[in-house]
T-cell receptor, first 116, second 116 residues
């Protein structure tokens, strides 16, 4: 069965510093991987996704993630943090394509704080 | 594109009453819709998956008679919490997918349910 582990429930960075949010997955099939962001009292917004092809995936708001099969990782990065990046970030893996739909397994989430 | 709305955004009800939450895909046809529940500072828990025109598939431990899901059209799914109790208070989030192997789930903004 698929699973997702996000290392660090809280990450704090200074404005302008590198953002690194860690995600490791377990999957018995080639994984489809996702990063979502959630602002307070809102739903989830897709940042980026990896399905096949290029392992470095660029998303919205300057975020990118690299799929590393050998490390079973899909870490999210951003070169320079902005105050508006403060939010909850969720990594997810598609459980499988059965019955004609994708089922996502979410990690526990990482709360990113950005300090001036 | 890919906008999903939820209504209401916030609802307060008395114990024993029923509450209906609507999830709409505004600019695409959603063959599949998902309903999640999120407790404070926790990740999303999938409750059920619904395909248009067929019965919903509930996750283990979710009471289908308490959480009624209807997916009557390609743009609308509803979740009805029947005989609500304070322990049903939570943040309910829906997502919609066009289907297909690599398709993405697009999330609604969520509904905050408080049962008094």
């Amino acid at each position: 069965a698929q699973s997702v582990t996000q290392l660090g429930s809280h990450v704090s960075v200074s404005e302008g510093a590198l953002v690194l949010l860690r995600c490791n997955y377990s999957s018995s099939v080639p994984p489809y991987l996702f990063w979502y962001v959630q602002y307070p009292n809102q739903g989830l917004q897709l940042l980026l996704k990896y399905t096949t092809g290029a392992t470095l995936v660029k998303g919205i708001n300057g975020f990118e993630a690299e799929f590393k099969k050998s490390e079973t990782s899909f870490h999210l990065t951003k070169p320079s943090a902005h105050m508006s990046d403060a939010a909850e970030y969720f990594c997810a893996v598609r459980e499988g394509f059965s019955g004609g739909y994708n089922k996502l397994i979410f990690g526990a989430g990482t709360r990113l704080a950005v300090h001036p | 594109g890919a906008v999903v709305s939820q209504h209401p955004s916030r609802v307060i009800c008395k114990s024993g009453t029923s509450v209906k939450i609507e999830c709409r895909s505004l600019d695409f046809q959603a063959t599949t819709m998902f309903w999640y529940r999120q407790f404070p500072k926790q990740s999303l828990m999938l409750m059920a998956t619904s395909n248009e025109g067929s019965k919903a598939t509930y996750e283990q431990g979710v009471e289908k008679d308490k959480f009624l899901i209807n997916h009557a059209s390609l743009t609308l799914s509803t979740l009805t919490v029947t005989s609500a109790h304070p322990e049903d208070s939570s943040f309910y989030i829906c997502s919609a997918s066009q289907g297909g192997d690599t398709d993405t789930q697009y999330f609604g903004p969520g509904t905050r349910l408080t049962v008094l």
